[in-house]
């Protein structure tokens, strides 16, 4: 962050006057032990654990001050150094604050990436383009909540140029709430599709929500989005009534930057990207490409030339759990496992596909779909069916609809198999041949990266 006084972000935060500590604060955190000199640590209240348990540890380590609910001290009885503590009604409220300061105070310019699939390989591929031309900070991980934004916003510093956010959301408002840390400079909308349909209702609702961040750019931003995607185009024709104007990138007549593929051979790609001549890149799933065009068209819009852009975002690490790609001593693994909805799934199915070897998927649940869960998990047995998988392992509450609509869809019961989550290594380990390209997809609460560690010490890892 960019250092700034105790007793500057004391007042920021409207707490109790007290006389502070002479000092900077540096660095802000959220995990106690992440405290030093320097840093400010915030106490948050988690499903798990309560950071005030901490707040002794983080001043012990050297922590300048802590953010506390107000009362707190009373409350543990404890003595605690005086202006040590800064009291707040909602500590994560606080951290928001903090974060949208320091976004202020960069003065960079701001990208907010949402969609109901893509993000976090989005703004991989755009930090990366970015960066060849601008100081750039990124989200780390999928910091792309209450908590993860603010963070990410607090990566800043006075010579920052560029900071790329992830933007998610589970209920209604929950964009609106984070577009107001962020104050995007630039919005960018990747698809919409059915995904955390418990708390959105529909996805129309989906529609709604995550195209209500165009509506929250600061004043003079822009917005892209996928111009391949009905919904978002849909989504798009209202905002343009209320005076919004989106860019569209895909293969539509009228989109800012086009694209398609030309030819495909598992996952290497050749692209026809217009302003370029073809290009060869390795996209696991052809509906990346949207994504990757929607990528450089923001880039481009920032200066970074085209082919820059695309050189470096082609050549940006994924981090793990998303269409990562790993070839090992007989095996191809696809690795996508961080989390799934019904567009993801298909997405990652279809690409399984275009892949020529013999073909294994272990498909886990898909969470807050609502009352409609088994519907779009029979459904997807039959996307499942229709990728002529050689093998399929479900696993999960609801393994034995993605199985049933597996056979429904023509896939020999045979070649189907439901498996409890303690015997899932063995059962997947027993399927596997030598030369056999598995992939590995369910919402981030299945687990699935455990069954990682046996996978690549029984097929021991090569270079890519």
Not at 52 to 69: S, T
Not at 235 to 251: F, K, M, Q, R, T
Not at 283 to 311: H, I, K, M, T, W
Not at 336 to 341: C, S, W
Request: charged share 20%; proline share 5%; net charge neutral.
């Amino acid at each position: 962050m960019i250092p700034t006084r105790l007793s500057a972000l004391a007042e920021l935060l409207a707490c109790p006057p007290a006389s502070h500590p002479a000092g900077w604060v540096r660095e802000v955190v959220r995990d106690s032990r992440q405290a030093g000199p320097g840093s400010l640590y915030v106490a948050l209240r988690g499903e798990r654990c309560d950071g005030h348990d901490f707040v002794q540890q983080a001043l012990a380590q050297g922590a300048l001050a802590c953010v506390v609910e107000l009362g707190f001290a009373r409350a543990r009885g404890h003595e605690f150094p005086a202006g040590r503590l800064l009291p707040v009604f909602d500590t994560l409220a606080a951290l928001g604050t903090l974060g949208r300061d320091n976004r202020r105070r960069s003065g960079a310019t701001t990208i907010a990436i949402t969609g109901s699939v893509g993000k976090t390989t989005s703004k991989e591929w755009l930090a990366a383009a970015l960066a060849t031309s601008m100081r750039t900070v990124k989200a780390p991980h999928s910091y792309n909540n209450a908590v993860g934004v603010p963070l990410t916003l607090l990566q800043a510093e006075a010579d920052t140029q560029a900071i790329v956010c992830e933007v998610g959301t589970n209920n209604p408002g929950e964009i609106a709430s984070l577009a107001a840390l962020v104050e995007p400079d630039i919005g960018m909308l990747t698809a919409v599709g059915a995904g955390h349909l418990k708390g959105l209702g529909s996805v129309a609702g989906v529609a709604r929500e995550k195209s209500s961040l165009f509506r929250h750019l600061r004043p003079g931003g822009r917005g892209f989005a996928n111009g391949n995607d009905p919904r978002v185009v849909a989504a798009a024709e209202l905002l343009a009534w209320d005076g919004i104007p989106l860019e569209l990138s895909g293969a539509l007549s009228d989109s800012c930057l086009r694209g398609r593929i030309v030819s495909r051979q598992g996952s290497h790609c050749r692209l026809a990207i217009e302003g370029l001549l073809e290009q060869e890149a390795e996209l696991y799933s052809p509906c990346l490409l949207d994504n990757l065009l929607l990528v450089l068209a923001v880039a481009r819009s920032l200066g970074v030339p085209l082919q820059q852009a695309f050189e470096a975002a082609c050549q940006a690490e994924l981090p793990g759990g998303r269409q990562r790609i790993e070839n090992l001593r007989g095996l191809r693994l696809i690795d996508d496992a961080y989390n799934a909805n019904p567009m993801s799934m298909q997405a990652a199915l279809e690409a399984l596909a275009g892949f020529p070897e013999r073909r294994v998927a272990c498909l886990g649940d898909m969470l807050e779909l609502g009352p409609d869960s088994s519907r779009f998990h029979r459904r997807l047995g039959h996307q499942a069916a229709a990728a002529q998988l050689d093998k399929l392992l479900c696993v999960g509450e609801f393994a034995d609809d993605v199985a049933a609509g597996a056979r429904e869809g023509g896939l020999s019961s045979s070649r189907v198999c439901v498996v409890a989550r303690a015997q899932l290594e063995d059962a997947l380990l027993a399927s596997l041949r030598p030369g056999d390209t598995v992939l590995l997809k369910a919402s981030r609460r299945l687990g699935l990266e455990q069954v990682l560690p046996p996978l690549r010490a029984r097929f021991a890892a090569t270079a890519a």
